[in-house]
């Protein structure tokens, strides 16, 4: 990832700890790195149930967020998400996921790496940052 893209990556992150609606994941270890993240909202996670029953129960909230992996299988998952989620009421984030994917996908494969990325870009960003409004 380009220095440039370090303080967005942060603000980005920041975006997922305060998300307060459901969170779709495709595994376990998806689900951790985003808890060692410090993501406090639900998360639901795809290796467990079938799409429409993940689709069913996200839907009871107000907002849910796709958070698929970053490669070709990950895409495919979301958009199908995507599909199934459009028949219901809830608010459906895919934005966050398009724009993570963008800064990241050279870095890392899929979301269980986001920590360790984060780890490395707080590593070498602070002084960076410090000058950045």
């Known amino acids: 990832m380009y220095p440039e893209n370090y303080k967005r990556f942060l603000e ?4 997922l700890r305060e998300f307060e609606g459901a969170l779709i994941v495709e ?5 951790v790195a985003l808890r060692n993240l410090g993501v406090r909202a639900e998360i639901i996670r795809l290796s467990r149930l079938p799409l429409s029953e993940v689709a069913l129960i996200a839907s009871s909230h107000k907002e849910v ?19 199934y989620l459009a028949g219901y009421p809830c608010s459906v984030d ?5 724009e993570l994917r963008k800064l990241v ?5 899929g979301v269980e790496d986001l920590y360790g990325l984060y ?7 602070d002084p960076l940052l410090e000058g950045i409004q």
């Open 119 to 125: 780890l490395r870009v707080v590593s070498v960003s």
């Open 105 to 109: 996908r050279k870095d890392i494969k």
């Open 27 to 31: 595994g376990l270890r998806d689900e």
């Open 65 to 83: 967020m796709i958070l698929t992996d970053f490669d070709k299988k990950g895409e495919e998952l979301a958009k199908k998400l995507l599909n």
């Open 12 to 15: 980005l992150i920041d975006k």
């Open 94 to 98: 895919i934005e966050t996921w398009k």
